[in-house]
């Protein structure tokens, strides 16, 4: 039996959102929204458009960290970040517009395990420069892994997928979760992230978004 989503996903193609972006195919697919490659029709360019789903558009939290996600990529201009070029909301639905990028994440390079040392070490200066920027702006990204680290075609470094991202003078953040819900990919936390204490930049850094394994196991029992 097809979902309402799966139904909605299909119609996607050939529709046109914020009356220039006109989607193409399904490029990524999450738990709150979907990604597809577009057109933008006002510059004649190939961008990614982020779409809040249908579910997850009628529901308030869901609503503000969309809407939180557009503020904080707005703010960072890192050549080794994924670029923000617009958001707004189509008839309800709230849509975020990044630059389009080709290639693979860095999940997929260590699956075909041709990464060199000096590679490696490259990709992690260049996500340490963009992590840095983040934290100069007192925002920390919260789901550091490589799924979420992008190998462009010519070898550029892009961190992706500022979702849960959160800025850190805010104190309002368990609003945004369900309660007792850590935040981030567990195998990929801070230790103090997993047992509550909170996010830091410190913290931040310590994600081994490039390593080739999670972190040691950490219980998650309280």
Do not use: W
Request: glycine share 10%.
């Amino acid at each position: 039996m097809v979902s309402h989503a799966e139904e909605a996903l299909s119609d996607a193609p050939g529709k046109i959102i914020g009356g220039r972006y006109q989607l193409a195919e399904l490029i990524g697919r999450g738990g709150f929204g979907s990604v597809f490659a577009a057109v933008d029709r006002a510059r004649n360019q190939r961008v990614a458009v982020k779409l809040l789903n249908t579910l997850a558009s009628q529901d308030a939290a869901s609503r503000q960290r969309f809407a939180r996600e557009a503020a904080i990529c707005a703010r960072l201009g890192s050549p080794f970040t994924v670029r923000l070029l617009d958001h707004g909301d189509a008839g309800g639905t709230p849509f975020i517009v990044y630059e389009l990028l080709e290639g693979a994440s860095l999940a997929k390079e260590l699956e075909r395990d041709t990464l060199t040392e000096a590679r490696a070490i490259s990709i992690t200066r260049d996500l340490l420069s963009s992590l840095a920027e983040a934290h100069r702006a007192g925002i920390v990204h919260r789901d550091v892994k490589p799924a979420n680290v992008f190998i462009t075609r010519d070898g550029k470094t892009k961190l992706l997928d500022f979702g849960v991202a959160a800025p850190l003078a805010q104190t309002n953040l368990r609003g945004l979760t369900a309660t007792g819900e850590i935040v981030g990919t567990p195998p990929y936390l801070a230790p103090e992230q997993l047992t509550g204490s909170g996010v830091s930049p410190a913290k931040s850094s310590r994600h081994r978004g490039c390593s080739r394994e999670p972190a040691p196991s950490t219980s998650l029992s309280r």
